[in-house]
């Protein structure tokens, strides 16, 4: 094992615990932000409770405070999980540069995917421009598909496509593509940025299964 391998592993359980406690800390500031109710004729910012929500809550007989509960309860679930599945990748002997690279996708793509994440950034203008940065997770998870399992961009133009998914992430949120409505920037990237990256990432394993993969990597993708 090299030097820098048990540095890299250091820093992931130290980022591990370090966001560990910002998630704890940040629901009760989800959980007071998701039972407030924006107030009628006005945008409500993420993740508030509209008038709109607030009737079909109450139509279906649903505490205000149960549905914030239960958005949180999903990515709760699957931060936890990635902190698990990191922690095996780093215990295994033979963990390498891809593995840990893996590990630290998967830390920061578990924190994020939360709602925890973006009502922090509601708060404090640091944690917004830090949120930016953590935002690189969701697109290194499509990194993951591109690089799976050698390290090595297959098909090789998927590497200036990874570039350009770095600058769309770090330039648009300092345009009017950083508006958070579905007609703007969020069905953009919902509806066309995300879902294409995983279509691109799938098409690029399957490139590398039957025209590149040798026996053994066959078997990883297996």
Known sequence: ERRWQRWAARGWIALAVLLTLVYLLGIPVYLQQAQSICAPATPCAYPQVSPADLAALEAAQLPVSAYAWLGLLVPTLLFVACLAIGVLILASRTVDGFAIFTAYVLLGF???????????????????????????????FFFFFYLFPDGRFVPPWTRQLTMAWVLWLLVSPFTSLAVADFDGASRLWFGVLVPGGMA??????????????????????Q
Do not use: K
């Not at 922090?120 to 969701?138: E, T």
């Not at 691109?200 to 993708?221: D, E, M, P």
């Open 200 to 221: 691109i990432g799938l098409l690029a394993q399957v490139h590398r299964y039957r025209r590149i993969s040798n026996r053994g990597q066959r078997g990883q993708a």
């Open 110 to 140: 578990g924190f994020q995917f939360g709602d925890v994440s973006a009502a922090l950034a509601q708060i404090s203008p640091l944690w917004a421009a830090a949120n930016r940065l953590l935002g690189l997770a969701q697109v290194s």
